[in-house]
């Protein structure tokens, strides 16, 4: 059974910092897609980050050059870091990750609030 722990979620200052972590369990399968999803009240869910097998990386326009997605592949834990926080960040965010095999699977999210 895969299972997705997020942390690092919480409350971050306008052009602050936060750092989001989601640890993968129960699979030794390589990855084809790790990828952060938000969803804030009343908007629909969005992709925020991507990290590809190869290496490649892939960002919505929002965030480019204030966040960055990562992967320790000993811990295999990914990570989002967020920089220069704005109020809009403010949202429920999701780690996602999908196998070779086509299976995909679900973080179960952690609220990320910027406010001063």
């Known amino acids: 059974q895969v299972q997705l722990v997020e942390g690092g979620g919480g409350l971050g200052q306008p052009g602050g910092s936060l750092r989001l972590s989601c640890a993968a369990s129960?699979?030794?399968?390589?990855?084809?897609?790790m990828s952060w999803y938000r969803q804030a009240p009343g908007n629909e869910r969005e992709l925020v980050a991507r990290?590809?097998?190869?290496?490649?990386?892939q960002y919505a326009d929002s965030v480019k050059g204030r966040f960055t997605i990562s992967r320790d592949n000993a811990k295999s834990t990914v990570y989002l870091q967020m920089n220069s926080l704005k109020a809009e960040d403010t949202a429920v965010y999701y780690c996602?990750?999908?196998?070779?095999?086509?299976?995909?699977?679900w973080g179960q999210g952690t609220q990320v609030t910027v406010s001063s």
């Open positions: 996602v990750a999908k196998y070779l095999n086509g299976r995909e699977y």
């Open positions: 990290l590809i097998s190869g290496g490649n990386t």
């Open positions: 129960g699979t030794s399968l390589p990855f084809l897609f």
